[in-house]
Protein backbone atom coordinates (compact mmCIF):
# COMPACT_ATOMS: atom_id res chain seq x y z
CA UNK A 1 0.00 0.00 0.00
CA UNK A 2 1.07 3.46 -1.00
CA UNK A 3 3.03 5.28 2.43
CA UNK A 4 1.41 8.30 1.71
CA UNK A 5 -1.06 9.29 4.24
CA UNK A 6 -3.88 10.11 2.30
CA UNK A 7 -3.69 6.99 0.01
CA UNK A 8 -3.71 4.61 3.43
CA UNK A 9 -6.89 6.92 4.49
CA UNK A 10 -8.52 6.11 1.40
CA UNK A 11 -7.40 2.62 1.25
CA UNK A 12 -9.07 2.15 4.66
CA UNK A 13 -11.99 4.40 3.98
CA UNK A 14 -12.71 1.75 0.99
CA UNK A 15 -11.68 -1.15 3.04
CA UNK A 16 -14.39 -0.61 5.50
CA UNK A 17 -16.88 0.79 3.83
CA UNK A 18 -17.03 -2.37 1.87
CA UNK A 19 -16.72 -4.34 5.28
CA UNK A 20 -19.36 -2.31 6.97
CA UNK A 21 -22.55 -4.07 6.19
CA UNK A 22 -20.71 -7.70 7.93
CA UNK A 23 -18.63 -5.77 10.26
CA UNK A 24 -21.07 -6.48 13.38
CA UNK A 25 -20.43 -9.98 12.55
CA UNK A 26 -17.20 -10.36 14.06
CA UNK A 27 -18.32 -11.54 17.62
CA UNK A 28 -14.94 -10.68 19.98
CA UNK A 29 -15.11 -6.63 19.12
CA UNK A 30 -18.73 -6.04 21.45
CA UNK A 31 -16.93 -8.43 24.24
CA UNK A 32 -13.95 -6.22 24.30
CA UNK A 33 -15.75 -3.22 23.64
CA UNK A 34 -18.06 -4.13 26.33
CA UNK A 35 -14.91 -4.81 28.55
CA UNK A 36 -13.39 -1.60 27.68
CA UNK A 37 -16.77 0.67 28.58
CA UNK A 38 -16.41 -1.28 31.89
CA UNK A 39 -12.61 -0.70 32.79
CA UNK A 40 -13.01 3.14 31.52
CA UNK A 41 -15.75 2.90 34.86
CA UNK A 42 -18.37 6.13 32.72
CA UNK A 43 -20.48 7.47 35.55
CA UNK A 44 -24.47 7.89 33.94
CA UNK A 45 -24.91 11.43 32.31
CA UNK A 46 -21.25 11.80 31.27
CA UNK A 47 -20.46 13.09 27.18
CA UNK A 48 -18.20 10.44 25.28
CA UNK A 49 -16.78 10.54 22.12
CA UNK A 50 -16.25 6.78 20.52
CA UNK A 51 -13.37 6.94 17.78
CA UNK A 52 -13.32 4.85 14.75
CA UNK A 53 -16.81 3.50 16.20
CA UNK A 54 -17.44 0.64 13.09
CA UNK A 55 -20.46 -1.02 13.93
CA UNK A 56 -20.51 0.12 17.77
CA UNK A 57 -18.78 -2.47 19.44
CA UNK A 58 -18.12 0.18 22.00
CA UNK A 59 -20.45 3.06 21.07
CA UNK A 60 -23.92 0.42 22.01
CA UNK A 61 -22.53 -0.21 25.53
CA UNK A 62 -21.19 3.57 26.43
CA UNK A 63 -25.00 4.67 25.38
CA UNK A 64 -26.19 2.11 27.78
CA UNK A 65 -23.71 3.47 30.86
CA UNK A 66 -24.57 7.02 29.61
CA UNK A 67 -28.11 6.52 30.19
CA UNK A 68 -30.84 9.21 28.52
CA UNK A 69 -29.27 11.98 30.54
CA UNK A 70 -25.50 11.40 28.50
CA UNK A 71 -24.08 11.95 24.85
CA UNK A 72 -22.21 9.57 23.42
CA UNK A 73 -21.11 10.67 19.80
CA UNK A 74 -19.76 8.12 17.25
CA UNK A 75 -17.38 8.82 14.38
CA UNK A 76 -16.00 6.67 11.89
CA UNK A 77 -13.31 7.44 8.79
CA UNK A 78 -15.70 5.32 6.63
CA UNK A 79 -18.77 6.50 5.70
CA UNK A 80 -20.25 3.21 5.49
CA UNK A 81 -19.42 2.32 8.94
CA UNK A 82 -21.38 5.39 10.26
CA UNK A 83 -24.22 5.02 7.76
CA UNK A 84 -24.74 1.18 8.91
CA UNK A 85 -24.63 2.30 12.63
CA UNK A 86 -26.55 5.21 12.50
CA UNK A 87 -29.48 2.91 11.03
CA UNK A 88 -28.98 0.59 14.19
CA UNK A 89 -29.13 3.74 16.34
CA UNK A 90 -32.70 4.45 14.91
CA UNK A 91 -33.43 0.52 15.25
CA UNK A 92 -32.81 0.82 19.19
CA UNK A 93 -34.54 4.10 19.70
CA UNK A 94 -31.10 5.87 21.44
CA UNK A 95 -31.80 9.30 21.32
CA UNK A 96 -28.61 10.14 23.50
CA UNK A 97 -26.26 8.76 20.12
CA UNK A 98 -24.79 9.45 16.99
CA UNK A 99 -22.68 9.03 14.44
CA UNK A 100 -20.51 11.50 12.31
CA UNK A 101 -17.96 10.62 9.21
CA UNK A 102 -14.95 12.09 10.70
CA UNK A 103 -11.22 11.87 10.30
CA UNK A 104 -9.67 11.28 14.31
CA UNK A 105 -6.81 13.37 13.33
CA UNK A 106 -8.84 16.31 12.84
CA UNK A 107 -11.61 16.40 15.53
CA UNK A 108 -14.69 18.94 14.86
CA UNK A 109 -15.39 19.35 18.57
CA UNK A 110 -14.50 22.21 20.25
CA UNK A 111 -12.04 21.91 22.92
CA UNK A 112 -13.19 20.35 26.57
CA UNK A 113 -16.20 18.62 24.79
CA UNK A 114 -16.02 15.23 26.30
CA UNK A 115 -15.80 13.53 29.49
CA UNK A 116 -14.09 10.63 28.17
CA UNK A 117 -13.08 9.48 24.63
CA UNK A 118 -12.46 5.73 23.48
CA UNK A 119 -10.93 3.98 20.89
CA UNK A 120 -11.41 0.18 19.84
CA UNK A 121 -8.36 -1.56 18.31
CA UNK A 122 -7.76 1.45 16.07
CA UNK A 123 -5.00 3.40 17.08
CA UNK A 124 -2.63 1.15 14.80
CA UNK A 125 -4.20 2.56 11.83
CA UNK A 126 -3.91 5.93 12.35
CA UNK A 127 -1.01 7.35 10.07
CA UNK A 128 -0.09 10.37 12.33
CA UNK A 129 -1.14 8.77 15.42
CA UNK A 130 0.60 12.02 17.75
CA UNK A 131 -1.92 14.19 15.71
CA UNK A 132 -5.16 12.04 16.82
CA UNK A 133 -3.89 11.76 20.74
CA UNK A 134 -3.58 15.38 20.31
CA UNK A 135 -7.08 15.68 19.34
CA UNK A 136 -8.08 13.21 21.86
CA UNK A 137 -6.36 15.44 24.45
CA UNK A 138 -7.94 18.81 23.02
CA UNK A 139 -11.40 17.34 23.29
CA UNK A 140 -11.09 15.99 26.47
CA UNK A 141 -11.91 18.02 29.62
CA UNK A 142 -10.02 18.29 32.80
CA UNK A 143 -9.90 15.29 34.61
CA UNK A 144 -10.92 13.47 31.82
CA UNK A 145 -10.17 9.95 30.69
CA UNK A 146 -8.92 8.58 27.42
CA UNK A 147 -9.50 4.52 27.24
CA UNK A 148 -8.22 2.19 24.45
CA UNK A 149 -7.88 -1.05 23.39
CA UNK A 150 -4.81 -2.37 20.98
CA UNK A 151 -3.92 -6.00 19.90
CA UNK A 152 -1.49 -7.40 22.06
CA UNK A 153 1.18 -9.30 20.85
CA UNK A 154 0.52 -12.45 17.92
CA UNK A 155 -0.48 -15.66 20.07
CA UNK A 156 2.31 -18.35 18.34
CA UNK A 157 -0.10 -20.94 18.15
CA UNK A 158 -1.53 -18.71 15.19
CA UNK A 159 1.83 -19.00 13.44
CA UNK A 160 0.70 -21.35 11.09
CA UNK A 161 -2.14 -19.08 10.18
CA UNK A 162 0.04 -16.35 9.02
CA UNK A 163 2.62 -18.37 7.53
CA UNK A 164 -0.62 -19.72 5.51
CA UNK A 165 -1.58 -16.16 4.58
CA UNK A 166 1.71 -15.87 3.62
CA UNK A 167 2.32 -18.45 1.45
CA UNK A 168 -1.02 -17.12 -0.66
CA UNK A 169 0.18 -13.33 -0.70
CA UNK A 170 -3.29 -12.70 1.25
CA UNK A 171 -1.32 -10.29 3.50
CA UNK A 172 -2.26 -6.72 3.88
CA UNK A 173 -0.69 -4.35 5.90
CA UNK A 174 -3.35 -1.44 7.14
CA UNK A 175 -1.99 -0.53 10.14
CA UNK A 176 0.89 2.48 10.20
CA UNK A 177 2.26 1.13 13.48
CA UNK A 178 2.28 -1.51 16.11
CA UNK A 179 1.14 -1.04 19.59
CA UNK A 180 1.58 -4.32 20.89
CA UNK A 181 3.93 -3.41 23.40
CA UNK A 182 3.31 -2.02 26.81
CA UNK A 183 6.35 0.02 26.60
CA UNK A 184 5.19 1.53 23.51
CA UNK A 185 1.64 2.18 24.45
CA UNK A 186 3.31 4.31 27.47
CA UNK A 187 5.57 5.81 25.42
CA UNK A 188 3.27 7.24 23.22
CA UNK A 189 0.78 8.14 25.48
CA UNK A 190 3.30 10.17 27.41
CA UNK A 191 4.98 12.02 24.62
CA UNK A 192 1.39 13.25 24.29
CA UNK A 193 0.70 14.56 27.31
CA UNK A 194 -0.64 12.25 28.78
CA UNK A 195 -0.57 11.55 32.72
CA UNK A 196 -1.62 8.15 35.30
CA UNK A 197 -1.64 5.70 32.33
CA UNK A 198 -2.55 2.87 33.11
CA UNK A 199 -2.40 -0.99 30.88
CA UNK A 200 -3.99 -4.29 31.97
CA UNK A 201 -4.34 -6.87 29.41
CA UNK A 202 -6.82 -9.30 28.86
CA UNK A 203 -7.09 -12.54 27.49
CA UNK A 204 -10.06 -14.26 25.45
CA UNK A 205 -10.55 -17.63 23.85
CA UNK A 206 -13.23 -18.25 21.77
CA UNK A 207 -14.78 -21.74 21.15
CA UNK A 208 -16.60 -21.77 17.18
CA UNK A 209 -19.01 -24.04 16.26
CA UNK A 210 -17.77 -25.45 12.98
CA UNK A 211 -15.45 -23.94 10.18
CA UNK A 212 -18.21 -21.79 8.61
CA UNK A 213 -18.71 -19.93 11.98
CA UNK A 214 -15.19 -19.37 12.17
Known sequence: ?????????????????????????????????????????????????DVACGRGAVLFPAAQQV???????????????????????????????ETRQMDAENLDFPAAFFDFVLCGFSLQFFPHLERALSEFRRVLKPNGCVAVTTWAADDSRWDWF?????????????????????????????????????????????VYNNEEEW
Not at 183 to 195: C, H, R, T
Request: no cysteine; hydrophobic share 35%; charged share 25%.
Open 1 to 49: MNSDPQNKKDTLQGVFTRSASSYERIRYFPIFGQWLVDTAQIPAGSKVL
Open 162 to 206: EDLRKQHQAVIKLGSQSLDKPEVIQKWFSEAGFGDIQISTKELDM
Open 67 to 97: GSAGKVVGIDLAQGMTDETRLEIQKRGLTQT
